[in-house]
């Protein structure tokens, strides 16, 4: 936290509080929220509701489904869409949650599907690739917040791994790195686009 210039903020709710100035002198949040739907829900309603928050940006990691794709762990994309691949209701399609677009942004998009249990199966991972290229399991209930209170959700991923037999190990070997690499793509962002 000290590398980015956060410093702990005093507030009673669910989740660590972090603040922060921006470049331009706006007050930022960082809440880390923990893994999985229901933190990264609980969190992010807390942030709308208590914190006055303007806007949700959710930041962290992901898997790639596609095994044909050039893309590689380390890159880092802005979400375009997102949908809930393990939750169905019979007859019903997924529903396809849009993402607020980050203005000026160079960081390249891709579409997301949001899981409740890590993939690490190559069946499993054939069915999700379906519905997006990544996959994460936080950011269709971020997303799905944001549009209740009726603000923007913004989604920022970088790849860990292949979402694929085995992978587990790559996630581990990769995250600090992966996690560095999004805490300075989210400081560059905050800093001129926000």
């Not at 992901?62 to 691949?85: A, M, N, Y």
Request: charged share 20%.
């Amino acid at each position: 936290m000290q590398r980015h210039y956060c410093k702990p903020e005093a507030a009673n709710g669910p989740v660590e509080l972090y603040s922060c100035r921006t470049a331009g002198g706006r007050k930022a949040l960082l809440s880390i929220c923990g893994m999985g739907k229901v933190a990264a829900a609980v969190a992010s309603q807390w942030l709308l509701l208590s914190q006055k928050s303007e806007a949700i940006i959710n930041v962290g990691v992901c898997g790639i489904l596609d095994p044909l794709t050039k893309w590689s762990t380390g890159q880092i994309f802005q979400i375009r869409q997102v949908v809930e691949g393990d939750h169905e209701l019979p007859g019903l399609s997924h529903t396809v949650h849009v993402c607020a677009p980050l203005p000026r942004s160079d960081l390249p998009s891709a579409d997301l599907v949001t899981v409740d249990k890590p993939v690490f199966r190559d069946k499993i991972r054939q069915q999700l690739a379906a519905m997006g290229s990544l996959v994460d399991m936080e950011g269709a209930a971020v997303v799905r917040v944001a549009r209740i209170y009726n603000r923007p959700a913004y989604l920022i991923k970088g790849v860990t791994d292949f979402a694929a037999n085995g992978q587990r190990s790559m996630l581990y070997a990769n995250l600090d790195a992966v996690s560095v690499r999004l805490a300075e793509t989210i400081t560059r962002i905050i800093d001129f686009q926000l």
